[in-house]
């Protein structure tokens, strides 16, 4: 759709408005803009402009002026017409049974002059390539341009010679092919027997206007959209008639186009305005969006730098009300009740539309489009811990175990199912539970190795267990639940070792399989006490384990903080073979790992300039030390002390003083030192010898 600059500055006040930065708030707001053309001889500028499907409402002079005037805040200066026209509009009865039309006005008027068009009438339609004809033609190509709407004027003395009866206006239904050969039924409006038009199609061009007309019917109308669809979709067959229905402007504006074509007409033809006849379906029910406030800031993000840079409510308010919105705040729940205005109900019907209007007249260019500031200490505990983990992986691979990976969900047959999370509505019976030990599914791939003849199984899996809280099991009130990040492991060796060449392969015993978790342990830096335990259930986390376990080969391992941490154990017996197995909670047994980093170190980059030295003799009392003297130096607000050493210490036993040498290095990372550095580097050791100069 083309727009004219020149056009759009009598309706919106553009005045100190670059068009540059006007055509970046257009595009920045969902719009494209081309096809820019400069005419100096008018001092214009005409160019196109594309929008999405849903905002047909902007394709009109008046409608993109409106949209400017939310996005700059700039105020509108259009005039509304209908206070300059006082007339009364007769009730116009039309079929009950029609679908085609949402309103319809007629309005006569007669002993005009049907001339050329004011020269400022035909460049404006030159800018838009249409060609003038006359004033009457004119005018309605202006007013489709200007407020996208469909208002089209007859010669009356065409439809008939002698004074019109209304009431032979009629709109039914019609089996005329005037479109196609097809026969299909089309919404006509007729004058006794003479059609005038075919609803959204079609116009009788018998009817159409000249030079020499001077009485007219003026006919506007606003097309169902739905209807002229169907209609096309049907008969496979579009017309540039039906074209401007689909883009017609806003149905609010529909009064205002007509009043301003019968003030245009009356202006330049200068004829006698007759009766009102109008027929109006009603339209507009109140839509109302409830949004909330934290909704808007989830999804739009931070507007501003710092951490608390969300929109506030005030901005809110005043972006909702610029766009026509009726705002509502309620402080306490902290939701939004916004009414949509009526030239936006075809486009806003959801919270998001709601927001993408925010955004969109605040400027989504303004967003900030980086993630916010994480914290460093999560970050660097969560580092920590994958880290760990991966040193826990390799250290078992390391020792010789595989890792293995199974699905979180198990058929639960065997161990008591008040204990287990169970999932409703499974897929399968074999998906009932959520597992509440890895432990199972590890015997599980035990087995199957078994089944392929694979007796030597080393493995473990790090994943996740899904507990119910126990101390809630018996209670009347929901149970719940948690899960835990867990270490467990398999081990069965059939031929381990042997005593010397001679002798034949043995099993992995009890104390081989203690002495590899031992090991992991160890290289982790884990102090840990094994505890033989008499009875499983009086373990907190493994109790679970107890119908698996030979529990005189049980050992539970505990913290150096006499936590439990993890089980270690014998499998009762299968096929013969001797299988142990460990489990862990992990994030127990990471916040067990001791840490050696006992060099307290700080790496600093190194310099490639010169430094500067001064050797400096204070005399100290027993009420200083040597200590608080090198903090003192450091406390010096200067970033080029590199170092400050001590070479030199004795004791005056005639005094009982202390006589210390001290070294201080100064060099900067960046730079050669100047004089103004020396300068000040003097006047800070002068301050230091002028304290501590005497005992």
Same mark, same amino acid.
């Given at each position: 759709?083309?727009?004219?600059?020149?056009?759009?500055?009598?309706?919106?006040?553009?005045?100190?408005?670059?068009?540059?930065?006007?055509?970046?708030?257009?595009?920045?707001?969902?719009?494209?803009?081309?096809?820019?053309?400069?005419?100096?001889?008018?001092?214009?500028?005409?160019?196109?402009?594309?929008?999405?499907?849903?905002?047909?409402?902007?394709?009109?002079?008046?409608?993109?002026?409106?949209?400017?005037?939310?996005?700059?805040?700039?105020?509108?200066?259009?005039?509304?017409?209908?206070?300059?026209?006082?007339?009364?509009?007769?009730?116009?009865?039309?079929?009950?049974?029609?679908?085609?039309?949402?309103?319809?006005?007629?309005?006569?008027?007669?002993?005009?002059?049907?001339?050329?068009?004011?020269?400022?009438?035909?460049?404006?339609?030159?800018?838009?390539?249409?060609?003038?004809?006359?004033?009457?033609?004119?005018?309605?190509?202006?007013?489709?341009?200007?407020?996208?709407?469909?208002?089209?004027?007859?010669?009356?003395?065409?439809?008939?010679?002698?004074?019109?009866?209304?009431?032979?206006?009629?709109?039914?239904?019609?089996?005329?092919?005037?479109?196609?050969?097809?026969?299909?039924?089309?919404?006509?409006?007729?004058?006794?027997?003479?059609?005038?038009?075919?609803?959204?199609?079609?116009?009788?061009?018998?009817?159409?206007?000249?030079?020499?007309?001077?009485?007219?019917?003026?006919?506007?109308?606003?097309?169902?959209?739905?209807?002229?669809?169907?209609?096309?979709?049907?008969?496979?067959?579009?017309?540039?008639?039906?074209?401007?229905?689909?883009?017609?402007?806003?149905?609010?504006?529909?009064?205002?186009?007509?009043?301003?074509?019968?003030?245009?007409?009356?202006?330049?033809?200068?004829?006698?305005?007759?009766?009102?006849?109008?027929?109006?379906?009603?339209?507009?029910?109140?839509?109302?969006?409830?949004?909330?406030?934290?909704?808007?800031? !989830?999804? $739009? /993000?931070?507007?501003? =730098?710092? @951490?608390?840079?969300? %929109?506030?409510? *005030?901005?809110? &308010?005043?972006?909702?009300?610029?766009?026509?919105?009726?705002?509502?705040?309620?402080?306490?729940?902290?939701?939004?009740?916004?009414?949509?205005?009526?030239?936006?109900?075809?486009?806003?019907?959801?919270?998001?539309?709601?927001?993408?209007?925010?955004?969109?007249?605040?400027?989504?260019?303004?967003?900030?489009?980086?993630?916010?500031?994480?914290?460093?200490?999560?970050?660097?505990?969560?580092?920590?811990?994958?880290?760990?983990?991966?040193?826990?992986?390799?250290?078992?691979?390391?020792?010789?175990?595989?890792?293995?990976?199974?699905?979180?969900?198990?058929?639960?047959?065997?161990?008591?199912?008040?204990?287990?999370?169970?999932?409703? !509505?499974? $897929? /399968?019976?074999?998906? =009932?539970? @959520?597992?509440?030990? %890895?432990?199972? *599914?590890?015997? &599980?791939?035990?087995?199957?190795?078994?089944?392929?003849?694979?007796?030597?199984?080393?493995?473990?899996?790090?994943?996740?267990?899904?507990?119910?809280?126990?101390?809630?099991?018996?209670?009347?009130?929901?149970?719940?639940?948690?899960?835990?990040?867990?270490?467990?492991?398999?081990?069965?060796?059939?031929?381990?070792?042997?005593?010397?060449?001679?002798?034949?392969?043995?099993?992995?015993?009890?104390?081989?399989?203690?002495?590899?978790?031992?090991?992991?342990?160890?290289?982790?830096?884990?102090?840990?006490?094994?505890?033989?335990?008499?009875?499983?259930?009086?373990?907190?986390?493994?109790?679970?384990?107890?119908?698996?376990?030979?529990? !005189?080969?049980?050992?539970?391992?505990? =913290?150096?903080?006499?936590?439990?941490?993890?089980?270690?154990?014998?499998?009762?017996?299968?096929?013969?073979?001797?299988?142990?197995?460990?489990?862990?909670?992990?994030?127990?047994?990471?916040?067990?790992?001791?840490?050696?980093?006992?060099?307290?170190?700080?790496?600093?980059?190194?310099?490639?300039?010169?430094?500067?030295?001064?050797?400096?003799?204070?005399?100290?009392?027993?009420?200083?030390?040597?200590?608080?003297?090198?903090?003192?130096?450091?406390?010096?607000?200067?970033?080029?002390?590199?170092?400050?050493?001590?070479?030199?210490?004795?004791?005056?036993?005639?005094?009982?003083?202390?006589?210390?040498?001290?070294?201080?290095?100064?060099?900067?990372?960046?730079?050669?030192?100047?004089?103004?550095?020396? !300068?000040?580097?003097?006047?800070?050791?002068?301050?230091?010898?002028?304290?501590?100069?005497?005992?």
């Amino acid at each position: 759709m083309k727009f004219s600059l020149r056009w759009l500055q009598q309706i919106v006040d553009l005045n100190g408005i670059k068009f540059s930065f006007l055509v970046d708030k257009l595009n920045v707001s969902g719009f494209e803009v081309d096809n820019i053309i400069r005419d100096p001889y008018v001092n214009d500028i005409v160019f196109d402009l594309t929008t999405t499907a849903n905002r047909q409402d902007v394709l009109s002079v008046v409608g993109l002026a409106r949209e400017i005037s939310s996005l700059l805040n700039r105020p509108l200066m259009y005039k509304l017409y209908r206070d300059s026209i006082t007339t009364y509009i007769n009730s116009f009865s039309l079929s009950e049974k029609n679908i085609s039309l949402l309103d319809l006005s007629l309005v006569q008027i007669y002993r005009l002059n049907n001339t050329l068009s004011p020269l400022w009438l035909q460049y404006y339609l030159i800018s838009h390539n249409i060609k003038p004809l006359n004033l009457l033609i004119d005018i309605s190509e202006y007013i489709y341009l200007k407020w996208g709407q469909l208002i089209h004027i007859f010669d009356k003395k065409k439809i008939h010679s002698l004074q019109l009866n209304y009431s032979l206006f009629s709109l039914h239904k019609t089996n005329n092919n005037l479109l196609s050969s097809q026969n299909v039924e089309l919404e006509v409006l007729k004058y006794d027997s003479l059609i005038l038009s075919a609803i959204g199609f079609y116009i009788n061009p018998r009817i159409q206007c000249d030079l020499l007309t001077n009485s007219i019917i003026i006919f506007g109308q606003v097309c169902n959209k739905k209807y002229i669809k169907s209609v096309q979709k049907f008969l496979n067959l579009s017309t540039d008639l039906s074209k401007k229905c689909l883009n017609q402007g806003l149905r609010s504006d529909f009064v205002n186009a007509l009043y301003e074509t019968i003030q245009l007409i009356k202006s330049f033809g200068y004829g006698t305005l007759g009766k009102f006849y109008g027929c109006h379906r009603l339209h507009y029910i109140p839509k109302i969006i409830f949004l909330e406030a934290g909704m808007i800031h !989830n999804v $739009l /993000g931070f507007a501003r =730098s710092n @951490l608390s840079g969300y %929109l506030t409510i *005030q901005e809110i &308010i005043h972006i909702l009300e610029s766009l026509n919105f009726i705002t509502i705040y309620y402080e306490s729940k902290k939701i939004f009740k916004i009414q949509v205005p009526i030239n936006r109900q075809e486009d806003i019907k959801r919270p998001i539309d709601v927001i993408e209007e925010i955004g969109r007249v605040y400027g989504f260019n303004k967003f900030i489009s980086r993630l916010p500031v994480v914290n460093n200490n999560n970050l660097s505990v969560h580092n920590r811990l994958v880290n760990k983990i991966s040193q826990i992986r390799c250290l078992l691979r390391y020792l010789g175990l595989h890792e293995v990976q199974n699905y979180s969900f198990y058929d639960n047959l065997i161990s008591n199912s008040k204990t287990e999370v169970k999932v409703f !509505n499974p $897929l /399968g019976q074999d998906q =009932s539970f @959520l597992r509440s030990s %890895l432990i199972d *599914q590890l015997v &599980i791939n035990q087995q199957d190795n078994f089944k392929q003849g694979n007796k030597n199984v080393e493995i473990f899996e790090i994943g996740k267990i899904f507990k119910l809280n126990k101390s809630n099991i018996r209670s009347d009130y929901i149970v719940t639940s948690f899960e835990c990040l867990y270490l467990s492991g398999l081990i069965t060796n059939t031929s381990f070792l042997r005593r010397s060449w001679s002798h034949k392969p043995e099993s992995l015993s009890w104390f081989h399989a203690k002495g590899i978790i031992e090991e992991l342990l160890d290289r982790l830096h884990v102090v840990t006490v094994w505890k033989q335990i008499n009875d499983l259930n009086e373990s907190s986390s493994f109790f679970n384990l107890k119908r698996l376990l030979k529990i !005189n080969r049980t050992a539970i391992i505990y =913290s150096i903080g006499n936590q439990e941490i993890g089980i270690f154990g014998q499998l009762h017996n299968y096929y013969g073979i001797s299988t142990y197995i460990f489990e862990f909670d992990l994030i127990k047994l990471v916040a067990s790992i001791t840490s050696l980093n006992h060099i307290n170190s700080i790496v600093y980059p190194y310099s490639y300039y010169p430094s500067l030295t001064r050797d400096i003799s204070l005399t100290l009392s027993k009420l200083h030390t040597i200590h608080s003297v090198k903090q003192q130096i450091l406390s010096f607000d200067n970033s080029l002390i590199e170092s400050v050493e001590v070479f030199n210490n004795y004791k005056n036993k005639s005094t009982n003083c202390y006589n210390v040498g001290l070294r201080i290095i100064y060099r900067a990372y960046d730079r050669t030192l100047n004089y103004h550095d020396i !300068n000040r580097i003097d006047k800070e050791i002068g301050c230091l010898l002028s304290k501590y100069r005497s005992c």
